[in-house]
């Protein structure tokens, strides 16, 4: 199944072409305004429905080169914001939505065999039904390293 996203805004316009696999999107492809290849996605997951890997690619004159690499690491307890329901979810890149498990590490790199140069690392507290109640998130960039603590509410229905 091959679907097609046109987002518009003030000043732009660009299309992605959506690939789906097996009830998964396994590739995203970005054109530009003028209906140009710009740039490629592929995606990769396990067999809980869990985004493993990105590979993202940057297209000119049809040449791909891979321009980075994003690989995902999940725990074993139900995402209470999981919900995908909508394609633009995963353009956008909503981790959140788009996962059935929690999101514990990603890490960014050049190509598979080089050094991470983005990291995201995240601890969560639990309640006793297995929500996550409080996640503590750390992002390193380079050298750089920026700690954020989150609280989690529910909604009683």
Avoid at 136 to 153: G, R, T
């Amino acid at each position: 199944l091959v679907e097609k996203v046109t987002i518009t805004g003030i000043g732009y316009k660009y299309m992605d072409v959506i690939k789906w696999h097996n009830n998964r999107v396994v590739e995203i492809e970005g054109y530009s305004e003028e209906e140009i290849l710009t740039e490629r996605e592929d995606i990769d997951y396990d067999a809980a429905g869990n985004i493993t890997q990105t590979d993202h690619y940057l297209v000119e004159d049809d040449v791909e080169e891979l321009s980075y690499i994003v690989q995902y690491e999940f725990d074993d307890k139900a995402n209470p914001h999981f919900e995908f329901s909508d394609p633009a979810d995963l353009v956008s890149f909503n981790i959140d939505k788009v996962c059935p498990n929690n999101l514990v590490r990603s890490s960014q790199r050049a190509s598979l065999d080089a050094e991470p140069y983005a990291t995201t690392e995240i601890e969560y507290t639990y309640n006793n039904s297995g929500l996550p109640t409080q996640r503590n998130i750390q992002h390193v960039l380079f050298s750089s390293v920026s700690d954020a603590v989150e609280k989690i509410y529910y909604k009683k229905i």
